[in-house]
Nanobody, 113 residues
Framework: QVQLVESGGGLVQAGGSLRVSCAGS??????MGWYRQAPGKQRELVAT???????NYADSVKGRFTISRDNARNMVYLQMNSLKPEDTAVYYC?????????WGQGTQVTVSA
């Protein structure tokens, strides 16, 4: 079956960096992405990447975050630099396959002021 498992979340000071990872299994993944949800807010798209490496970013993270993937290892990463307290959220990995769309359990990222 298809599974997505996130890791790498944690606590970091404002201005610091953090990288979250998502390990996929059970399928070939087409487009993949990272979403986040802060308390009291709806889930929002952070970044997407195709299997060929084309990327798209939300305006709020453009220039600070970088999404990448390793097709051989079935992994996708989100490198987060210059973090702000407003980036605090649960970050979710998303992947689309020919059989459906899947979500990971999420990993908490907390940025202190």
């Amino acid at each position: 079956q298809v599974q997505l498992v996130e890791s790498g979340g944690g606590l970091v000071q404002a201005g610091g960096s953090l990288r979250v990872s998502c390990a996929g299994s059970g399928s070939i993944f087409n487009a993949m992405g990272w979403y986040r949800q802060a308390p009291g807010k709806q889930r929002e798209l952070v970044a997407t990447i195709t299997r060929g490496g084309s990327t798209n970013y939300a305006d709020s993270v453009k220039g600070r975050f970088t999404i990448s993937r390793d097709n051989a290892r079935n992994m996708v990463y989100l490198q987060m630099n210059s973090l702000k307290p407003e980036d605090t959220a649960v970050y979710y990995c998303n992947a689309m396959t020919w059989s459906g769309t899947y979500w990971g359990q999420g990993t908490q990222v907390t940025v202190s002021a």
